[in-house]
């Protein structure tokens, strides 16, 4: 039922859902599906028909993220049939070569069994208003949310809202409210919530009509190139072109168009060099002129800029019975695509605490268990991949680092959406304890990625990394990327990646030490075990931090060692 | 409360919360923070705390380490933003 009539007195319902955006519509489907007999009202500026290319980015998912539209909210045969398959991330580094066939290339050549999306969000989000409203959500279209007035103790919290065609002002009530008004904040704002981060990016994009595919841009006389990635389904990866501090997506949407986008470091790209279209174009020609020239001439139909855009928060759930989600919450930087997997959370913990409070057993300690799940993830995320950027133009290096971020991604995380566990105390304490030791190795990590970086000149390249054909890889992600595992399968699996990551740790400092410092590579003869924790490139602290004191017992390295090493060409010392 | 004080007090109880690892009375500004196993839920709490007695943000300075590694590195990032506001 749609309801475009404004209502002079307020109306009451168990659930307000303020802004419908990806968030909030996610949000209202999984309220629907999982407690029908609630009544959830979703007010929205935008009325239908919303145009099929919106001003909205975050077309990317993850294979996380894609679970949890395809399958828990039951969508699966409309992500088949009506958005593109998504052939994972593909970068192509190295932005100043002058062939692209030159380009290292990391990705795949073949859709993997698990899928990914490519989301068109405009589409998706009409198509959504109707499934959520054939479960029985009310949509009330056309209308700004003015303000939200939150009660104290039982009382229901007001909601206020204007209706853009003629100024008329609506009121309704409801037991909890939920912000899902993107960046507008409100409630963040309003309740002083708002963190900042280090702000190191901005960005900019834009949608192109028909097919921008880079498979385009090297010639077809180039056949080892076009085989190794057969039948031209570049085209349905997420495309990064990286260079010095920056990235630049293309993205197909199922609307025949493409999405482009420019993300940049500020100290290396000011704002201001791509903040409108023409700039944005300017700065392709600089910095991927192949890639400018190939769309050159085409009208955009769309253009939009964020400066500074990634934020945290102090809080974003309540047992006062509101909620902030999607990025009325928090922004992670959209590298790896992550926006869906906090919105996968942060919808299942919303649901999951208004069930519980239907029930009388919303606990306080609960909520503070899930608001810490969504801001550490937030605030280890974001460093984690914008230390990245300035290593953009290390493609060895930048290799490593999406292979270790991509394993710890479906080692760690991955599982917990397939399989819900976040919202489980007790299942969510223990693999808490099973993985206690990644923050901090994955610090390490980061380090050694950026003591790399700046150990250049290195020795090592290669042509094509595909991280499918890396046998640790495949096996993690056949291993973590299912659902309907137990509680205690998924401990005991968090304990085994903990363990690849481990290894892992280890091999990735022994090819940092082969491609910088192979005259240190005779204290590392095999059988290596060392204290992953304390891997560094710097030789005068290996004995004092205890490089060579392991924590655990030793375990055979050479089979990964062979795995990671063998995808990289080293030259002679 | 000194800078020290207030992140050694918070340190002590996160650590007593999150962590199995004791936090004994012989620390020194070069142990390391992953002797206490912390992992980011409890890291995020700790800086959180922090923050909270300091009242001022953390710049998460990313040119170099990405967080600290020693409780004297902790101390010191503390020091430098509560020199930066005051």
Same mark, same amino acid.
């Given at each position: 039922?749609? /309801? ?6 307020? $109306? ?59 399958? =828990?909210?039951?969508?699966? $045969?409309?992500?088949? /049939? ?44 009409? $198509?959504?208003?109707?499934?959520? *409203? ?10 700004? =949310? ?19 065609? $003629? ?6 009530? !409801? +037991? ?16 002083? #919530?708002?963190?900042?981060? =280090? ?54 949407? !199922? ?10 470091? +500020? ?10 279209? *023409? ?60 926006? #869906? ?27 503070? %268990?899930? &608001? ?69 190795? /994955? ?42 595992? /137990? ?9 085994? &990646?903990? *363990? ?10 022994? =090819? ?8 240190? #590579? ?8 060392? %204290? ?5 490139? &710097? ?7 205890? #490089? ?26 | ?86």
């Amino acid at each position: 039922m749609s /309801t475009n009539s404004i209502h002079t007195q307020a $109306d009451n319902y168990d659930v307000a859902i303020c802004g419908g955006g990806l968030a909030g519509l996610s949000l209202a489907l999984q309220m629907k599906q999982t407690l029908p007999e609630r009544s959830v009202v979703l007010i929205d500026r935008l009325a239908r028909p919303l145009p099929e290319s919106t001003f909205k980015v975050g077309e990317s998912s993850t294979e996380a993220g894609s679970y949890y539209l395809s399958e =828990v909210l039951n969508l699966s $045969d409309y992500f088949k /049939t009506t958005h593109l398959s998504k052939l994972g991330l593909r970068f192509f580094f190295g932005g100043s070569m002058e062939r692209f066939q030159d380009r290292p290339e990391y990705g795949i050549s073949q859709f993997p069994v698990v899928p990914s999306y490519n989301m068109d969000r405009g589409m998706l989000e009409n $198509d959504l208003r109707q499934f959520a *409203e054939k479960a029985g959500l009310e949509v009330i279209e056309g209308c700004n =949310v003015q303000e939200i007035e939150l009660a104290d103790g039982d009382e229901r919290h007001e909601v206020i809202y204007e209706r853009e065609e $003629d100024g008329s002002v609506g009121r309704l009530r !409801a +037991h909890w409210v939920v912000d899902a008004m993107g960046r507008r904040r409100y409630l963040q704002k309003k309740l002083g #919530l708002t963190k900042d981060q =280090v702000q190191r990016c901005s960005a900019a994009w834009f949608r192109l009509e028909g097919r921008i595919d880079v498979g385009d841009l090297v010639p077809q006389t180039e056949t080892e190139w076009h085989q190794r990635v057969p039948d031209g389904i570049r085209y349905y990866s997420t495309n990064h072109l990286m260079g010095a501090g920056y990235w630049v997506w293309i993205i197909p949407l !199922a609307s025949g168009n493409t999405s482009i986008g420019i993300v940049a470091l +500020h100290d290396v790209h000011p704002f201001e060099e791509y903040n409108t279209y *023409e700039r944005a174009f300017k700065w392709l020609q600089q910095h991927e002129s192949l890639f400018a020239s190939y769309i050159e001439g085409r009208e955009p139909l769309d253009f939009r800029c964020m400066r500074r855009y990634s934020y945290s928060s102090k809080q974003v759930f309540s047992d006062q019975r509101w909620a902030c989600v999607g990025d009325a919450g928090v922004f992670s930087d959209p590298l790896y695509s992550p926006a #869906l997997d906090f919105i996968a959370m942060s919808n299942s913990f919303t649901t999951e605490m208004i069930k519980r409070d239907f029930e009388d057993k919303l606990d306080p300690q609960m909520v503070m %268990n899930f &608001n810490q799940t969504i801001l550490a993830l937030n605030e280890t995320i974001t460093p984690a991949i914008q230390i990245g950027y300035p290593l953009f133009s290390h493609p060895v290096v930048m290799a490593a680092k999406v292979l270790w971020d991509t394993a710890a991604g479906w080692a760690l995380l991955a599982p917990q959406i397939f399989n819900a566990i976040y919202t489980d105390h007790d299942t969510s304490e223990e693999v808490r304890k099973a993985k206690s030791g990644y923050f901090f190795l /994955t610090q390490r990590m980061q380090q050694l990625f950026i003591d790399w970086a700046n150990k250049a000149p290195s020795r090592c390249s290669y042509e094509f990394v595909n991280y499918l054909q890396i046998p640790f890889l495949r096996d993690l992600r056949a291993r973590n990327l299912q659902p309907g595992k /137990t509680s205690e399968e998924i401990i005991a699996d968090q304990i085994a &990646n903990m *363990e690849r990551l481990e290894e892992f740790a280890q091999v990735l400092f022994l =090819v940092a030490l082969e491609d910088t410092m192979p005259e240190y #590579l005779e204290r590392f003869s095999s059988p290596v075990w060392l %204290n992953a924790w304390r891997i560094s490139l &710097n030789e005068n602290i290996w004995e004092r931090s205890g #490089l060579f004191q392991p924590v655990s017992p030793p375990r055979d390295l050479s089979s990964l060692q062979e795995q990671i090493r063998g995808l990289f060409q080293f030259a002679p010392c | 409360m000194t800078v020290r004080e207030i992140v050694m007090k918070q340190l002590a109880e996160v650590v007593e919360l999150h962590s199995l690892i004791p936090f004994s009375d012989d620390i020194t500004d070069d142990t390391r923070l992953d002797e206490f196993m912390l992992d980011s839920i409890a890291f995020t709490a700790l800086m959180s705390q922090i923050e909270e007695q300091i009242g001022s943000l953390t710049p998460r300075e990313t040119g170099g380490m990405t967080y600290p590694q020693t409780i004297g590195e902790l101390v010191a990032m503390y020091t430098d933003v509560k020199r930066e506001t005051l």
